[in-house]
């Protein structure tokens, strides 16, 4: 989006995140609360630290694993992903990424993992248990959990709602193209420029939208990619082969009722390729699909330049 004086921006996930806010007084109350959620989503969810709640679920050779409330919702929040788009979005995609040399925090790579493009094990989301009751999450021995698709979107939710309730204004955050939106939005919206990468400047190739509530969130093969010995890959991958996604479509942004939908849906679009475009018409979901030859497809809704969501 557009920076003002209302915006401040802040190191989250490995990447850059904005917080803004509609009345500059409550920047520094809004970017607090963000961080904090930041700082939570982190130890229970991050797959790179191994003080992690994950990494303790990962580890514990398919016994169950008492867990805080964030990571319970968090993979609860994954496998409903899962069962939404039919195991297109799947978590234990995580030895997939680790054969595919996705093994540090992405910043840690350097553009290149030096490994082999191999094919990584997906076993599937029913091989994870999770009991509300006990708290507790089971995953089968030898399956590694990545939750990067989803907790970054539902940590984003989470952050823009604490934040309006504690700052009593209207707030957005991104983080690196998972956005959310919470209480009241400026008179003509909040807006946004979408690209391939949330990183671009504002020459790049996008478009401009408003937005007034709800989520908006981007999936790219163009970004977090690194070098091989076989090759370049990606980190949106298929869960039938194992293997970075060969998709006709370069980025899909999806916007919906809250950033983790949204999430979910470009996630499964760049999965599901040229059978996106009905799956998102279906569900209603305004949606901008770039080719890999960078052509722009509107979907369901999504407005031409110059119009507003």
Same mark, same amino acid.
């Given at each position: ?52 709640? =994950? ?89 590694? /959990? ?13 952050? !823009? ?5 504690? !700052? ?10 998972? /956005?959310?939106?919470?209480?009241? !939005? ?24 408003? =937005? ?98």
């Amino acid at each position: 989006m557009r920076q003002s004086e209302e915006c401040a921006t802040l190191e989250a996930f490995g990447s850059s995140a904005l917080v803004a806010v509609t009345d500059a007084a409550e920047l520094d109350t809004a970017r607090t609360v963000v961080e904090r959620i930041v700082a939570e989503f982190d130890v229970a969810c991050s797959r790179f630290r191994d003080d992690s709640e =994950l990494s303790a679920v990962n580890a514990a050779a398919g016994e169950p694993v008492e867990v805080g409330p964030v990571l319970l919702d968090a993979v609860t929040a994954a496998l409903r992903a899962a069962r939404l788009t039919g195991g297109d979005v799947d978590p234990t995609v995580g030895q997939a990424l680790i054969s595919l040399g996705y093994d540090r925090d992405f910043a840690s790579l350097g553009g290149r993992g030096g490994s082999s493009l191999v094919l990584g094990s997906v076993p599937g989301w029913r091989t994870v248990t999770v009991d509300p009751s006990r708290r507790t999450v089971r995953v089968a021995e030898g399956v590694s /959990l990545d939750l990067g698709a989803t907790a970054k979107a539902l940590a984003a939710d989470r952050a !823009a709602a604490a934040a309006t309730a504690a !700052a009593g204004c209207g707030v957005l955050v991104s983080f690196s193209g998972d /956005l959310a939106i919470a209480g009241p !939005a400026p008179v003509d919206g909040w807006l946004v420029r979408v690209t391939d990468d949330h990183r671009s400047g504002f020459d790049a190739p996008g478009q401009w939208i408003s =937005l007034t509530s709800g989520g908006l969130a981007t999936s790219s093969t163009a970004v977090r990619r690194w070098r091989t010995s076989s090759g370049i890959a990606h980190h949106l991958v298929d869960p039938q082969t194992g293997r970075p996604a060969d998709s006709m479509w370069r980025t899909a942004s999806v916007c919906a009722g809250n950033c983790l939908d949204a999430n979910i849906a470009s996630t499964a679009s760049i999965i599901r390729g040229e059978t996106a475009t009905a799956w998102l018409e279906e569900r209603r979901l305004p949606s901008r699909l770039v080719g890999t030859d960078g052509v722009a497809r509107h979907v369901a809704g999504w407005p031409s330049e110059g119009d507003d969501l």
